[in-house]
């Protein structure tokens, strides 16, 4: 089933960012923690968070393999194949 335009997952919202959103906000805490200056308290926080971004990033990568498999299904491929790259370089 699709969901509905305009649904909730189809908008980014403060509470559910884009993945775009979620990716670049996990790479600034990525990047503050490898500094290595944040006070323990601070660092265990931005870690959670971290976490947090982490997995609404693999959530929308699983809906996003979910969508391919319908599409395709729907052109009668019923098989993905895995991505393999030309290298004829």
């Given at each position: 089933?699709?969901p ?10 403060p ?11 996990l790479?600034?805490i990525?990047?503050e923690?490898?500094q ?7 660092a ?6 971290g976490i ?20 395709t ?17």
């Open positions: 089933m699709r509905k335009e305009g649904s909730v997952s189809d908008k980014a919202t509470a559910n960012p884009s993945f775009e959103q979620t990716i670049s906000e790479e600034a990525v990047n923690m490898e290595g200056d944040l006070p323990l308290h601070e265990l926080q931005k870690f959670e968070r947090e971004l982490s997995r609404l990033s693999q959530k929308a990568l699983v809906e996003a393999e979910q969508k391919v498999r319908i599409l299904e729907q052109n009668g491929d019923s098989q993905l194949q895995d991505f393999a790259a030309d290298n004829e370089d």
